[in-house]
Nanobody, 120 residues
Framework: QVQVVESGGGSVQAGGSLRLSCVVS????????MAWFRQAPGKEREEVAV???????RYADSVKGRFSASNDNAKNTLNLQMNSLKPEDTAMYYC??????????????WGQGTQVTISS
């Protein structure tokens, strides 16, 4: 079984910072991708940051320059440092683990999510 556990969510004022962490365990692939997603009520799920096993990371345009993702040495953890937070960043944030295909990803395991709320 694969476990995906997120932590670090909370409530902060606009302009503040939060650091989310995602830890994956029980994944049988030698290499895999990890990603952070977010979803606000009434909106589609948004891909925030995707980190592939080749070391590449892609960010959504809405968070470029403000968010940064990083792995630990074991490569089973994906941290998301969120700076200059805006009210529109308010959402449930989810972490996922999966594999990269030729054109996209197959996300095989998801965490329960951690709530991020930014007040104005």
């Amino acid at each position: 079984q694969v476990q995906v556990v997120e932590s670090g969510g909370g409530s902060v004022q606009a302009g503040g910072s939060l650091r989310l962490s995602c830890v994956v365990s029980g994944y049988t692939y030698n290499t895999y991708s990890m990603a952070w997603f977010r979803q606000a009520p009434g909106k589609e799920r948004e891909e925030v940051a995707v980190s592939d096993s080749d070391g590449s990371t892609r960010y959504a345009d809405s968070v470029k320059g403000r968010f940064s993702a990083s792995n630990d040495n074991a490569k089973n953890t994906l941290n998301l440092q969120m700076n200059s937070l805006k009210p529109e960043d308010t959402a449930m944030y989810y972490c996922a683990a999966g594999v990269k295909t030729a054109t996209s990803h197959i996300w095989m395991a998801w965490g329960q999510g951690t709530q991020v709320t930014i007040s104005s």
